[in-house]
């Protein structure tokens, strides 16, 4: 009988490349054609209610309920004209995944016919069981029921499938007391309040700003792997990673497929995706080879922070069904293969006004400057602030692989700024405040001189986790499978915290009767004295950094479970409190749930590697261990001497020691979990989990990685790193 694996190298070998057409060569021929953005709503809307949506979008009006009726009308025509017999609302449960629950459009008549229908009340409101979701806790103190409700700022869109196509609208999703169940309600609520806060510090520079806007850039990196492949291999079936595998003999060493040409069969993946991507309105731009072999990118323009979220999380979803349509499987997975690089998920952020302005922008004048330094040196104090706050923000057992596994940021926060802002910020920190040069001057004020155009010349730092590159921030650490909603709504808060703080030191020194500019600079100069100890320009991968760091006092927080701490701190809740993002149970709940979170998936993991290894590996080490004692007793039947059969006993003896060892560790590791499933607090248990289970994936792993390579190839049962890595 040929193995699961032999059978899907087969089917690999047999794959036939994909011709994709796309609908036009040119782009704009096709971009946003499947949302109901403003171009639409223009069309099927009467004026009023595009006025009401407008309103709702830039201002957040509420929509009353003829304009919510209009609307819904008025996308039912464009939607079932598209060929639409279904609509759902689309909302981002704290599963990490997107979800949906499709009504259809007919309603029987009174008089035996059937209708098309969909009301303003079906667009607004929703209620999905709210007790099937991951809730923390809300659905034993609270009503298990929930409701998902509308977002108008991002726009409706059309999923199509070859069997029917869905009109999905974008909603927040929330108990039915009021507690946020998703990722993008408390969003909104950061987005807001930084909103407002920013505005109040751009007034002292430039009054006609109105409305501030972050914005999001999203690099997402991601494996492709054959399908055949991925479904010989239960472990990344079950856990999204392999959780055995002897590293191949060429892995990245010879740095020959970052930026290389693109294999057919993947480029056929990519312009797909591309295609489906666009028609959502999903500005993919970029497109190249990653570091780790069968390791790739892909990149959006910006957009305002909420849309590049959604499309994100759309993105990911569309990765993995166009995949599948080119046998393919897309792992998402922070570190799918251990001994390559793992996958990140880089979130360039930075601030653009409604006069059109990115205020981490340097300017033309000293002037602009001061904005630039304001906004600046506010992100530094925020992060430097808060740091624990932001590592917490991208804790994930898949990330914890990948964090400080010397290709990723360390689990260390430290802002990266470039030798010459460096500088900067050095100088303005020593020098004394100007107060009577004019504002022509270049030095006025002590302000030194900022290239205007840092971006081509900035240096680039990939060890550090959050680099200033030249316009804007860049969050590196994110991992790769995250909803980055959860590290968004904090960078957006502790910035809003920050800037509300500014305002107010400003102010103060205003009130005592210091110039605007003076007092603004001021301030500057102590937070840059203040958050001295997060810059760092250095190799943020080196073992020297770790010292250092730990010697400035900077947490490095190894794993998930208790870097969790710092979302429930009296510091974060306060912060959350006073900015209206969180109330106490939601921040309890979020706790509770990112705990269970990370114990369950250890859990499925130290259970698939149980059963794996006892009922994949070692049939095939016995297997061929019997191979070797029928060949040692042939030898010694008909008089060989033993010193010529050393070798196969040997093998025999090792065999042996690393079944035992699997055996051994594998019993261990089931009583262990026995006795950390008997702990009751989720904190105490997921720690449990990380201290007394998870030990045992290392020694089972040995072992089962020393069989890969003494075990031959015909009996090994699963696809080994060489098939996965490189087979296209
Ligand atoms: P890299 O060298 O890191 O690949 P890119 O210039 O390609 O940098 O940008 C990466 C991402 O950053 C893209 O999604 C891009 O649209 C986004 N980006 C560029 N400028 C901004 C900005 N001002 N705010 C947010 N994202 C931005
Ligand atoms: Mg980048």
């Known amino acids: 009988m040929t193995s699961i694996r032999f059978k899907a190298l087969d089917t690999v070998q047999k794959r036939e490349n994909i ?13 946003a054609a499947n949302v109901f953005d403003k171009a ?18 830039n201002n957040g009006k509420t929509i009353d309920r003829s304009a919510s009726d209009q609307i819904a009308s008025a996308m039912k025509t464009w939607a079932i004209e598209k060929g639409a017999t279904h609509y759902t609302h689309w909302f981002q449960p704290l599963t990490g995944t997107t979800a949906e629950k499709h009504d259809s459009f007919f309603e029987p008549s009174s008089d035996g016919r059937a209708l098309e229908k969909f009301s303003g009340d079906a667009l607004v409101q929703q209620e999905p069981d709210a007790s099937s ?64 806060a920013s505005v109040e510090v751009c007034q002292y520079f430039d009054k006609n700003i109105t409305k501030v806007n972050a914005s999001l850039g999203i690099e997402q990196e991601y494996f492709l792997v054959d399908l055949a492949l991925y479904n010989a291999r239960p472990d990344l079936m079950l856990t999204g990673r392999t959780l055995f595998g002897h590293m191949s003999a060429k892995g990245q060493q010879l740095e020959d497929h970052y930026f290389g040409s693109i294999p057919d069969r993947v480029l056929a993946f990519m312009v797909e995706l591309e295609t489906e991507a666009i028609k959502l309105g999903i500005p993919l731009k970029t497109r190249h080879n990653e570091v780790a072999p069968s390791q790739f990118e892909c990149a959006p323009i910006y957009e305002e922070i909420n849309l590049a979220i959604d499309h994100n999380q759309l993105l990911m979803d569309l990765m993995d069904k166009v995949a ?19 996958s990140g998920k880089h979130n360039n952020w930075s601030l653009i006004t409604d006069t059109g302005k990115n205020l981490l922008a340097p300017g033309k004048t000293p ?41 990723a940021p360390p689990a260390i926060i430290s ?41 081509d010349n900035t240096d680039r730092n990939r060890t550090s986790p959050f680099a200033f590159t030249g316009n804007k921030f860049e969050f590196r650490a994110v991992g790769s499978s995250a909803n980055s909603s959860a590290p968004m709504t904090v960078l957006n808060t502790i910035m809003a915290d920050q800037l509300i703080a500014f305002k107010k030191e400003v102010d103060g020194l205003i009130n005592k009767g210091e110039k605007k500019d003076v007092a603004i600079l001021t301030v500057i100069k102590k937070y840059i004295k203040d958050s001295k100890a997060i810059r760092f ?6 073992l020297e950094w770790e010292k250092e760091a730990a010697k400035r006092g900077l947490s490095n927080i190894k794993t998930t479970p208790k870097s969790l701490d710092a979302y429930v701190s009296k510091k974060t809740t306060d912060l959350f409190l006073r900015n209206q993002i969180f109330n106490e149970v939601e921040i309890h709940a979020r706790h509770e749930i990112m705990l269970e979170n990370y114990m369950k998936k250890l859990q499925i993991e130290s259970r698939t590697i149980g059963e794996l290894a006892m009922s994949n590996i070692i049939p095939a080490a016995v297997q061929y261990m019997n ?23 040997d093998l025999i003896k090792s065999i042996s020691e690393h079944m035992s060892i699997i055996k051994k560790s594998v019993d261990q590791m089931t009583e262990e979990r026995k006795k950390a499933n008997t702990i009751a607090d989720s904190r105490k248990l997921a720690i449990g989990y990380d201290e007394k289970v998870k030990p045992f994936f290392e020694t089972i792993r040995y072992s089962v990685d020393k069989l890969e390579l003494i075990v031959g190839d015909q009996y090994w049962p699963l696809p080994k790193f060489r098939e996965l890595l490189f087979l296209k």
């Open 40 to 57: 639409k709503m223009k069309q099927y809307l009467s004026k009023d209610a595009f006025i009401a949506v407008e309103e709702s979008i």
């Open 537 to 542: 320009e250095g190799n943020g991968y080196s």
């Open 19 to 31: 011709v994709v057409k796309t609908p036009s060569n040119r782009i704009s021929d096709f971009y």
């Open 627 to 649: 191979i070797l004692l029928e060949n040692v007793k042939g030898l010694k039947e008909i008089g060989i001497p033993k010193t010529q059969y050393e070798a196969q006993m």
């Open 133 to 196: 979701f991951p809730n923390g806790g809300i659905r034993n103190t609270f009503e298990a029921r929930g409701y998902t409700a509308w977002d108008p700022s991002s726009p409706a869109f059309i999923m199509e499938n070859g069997s029917g196509s869905t009109l999905c609208i974008p909603t927040v999703f929330v108990s039915y007391t009021g507690e946020a169940l998703d990722y993008k309600a408390p969003l909104l609520k950061a987005l807001h309040t930084l909103d407002k």
């Open 367 to 407: 002037k602009n400057n001061l904005m630039f330094l304001t906004f600046f040196v506010n992100t530094i104090k925020a992060v430097s602030e808060h740091a624990d706050l932001l590592r917490a923000s991208i804790a994930s057992i898949n990330n914890d692989h990948r964090l400080g596994a010397n290709e």
């Open 415 to 455: 802002i990266f700024l470039g030798s010459q802002l460096d500088e900067v910020l050095n100088e303005i920190e020593t020098s004394k405040i100007n107060k009577k040069m004019d504002t022509s001057n270049a030095m006025w004020l002590g302000i030194p001189k900022i290239p205007q155009i840092l971006l």
């Open 324 to 342: 599948r349509r080119h046998g393919f499987k897309v792992l998402l997975h922070e570190k799918p293969y251990a001994g390559v690089n793992g």
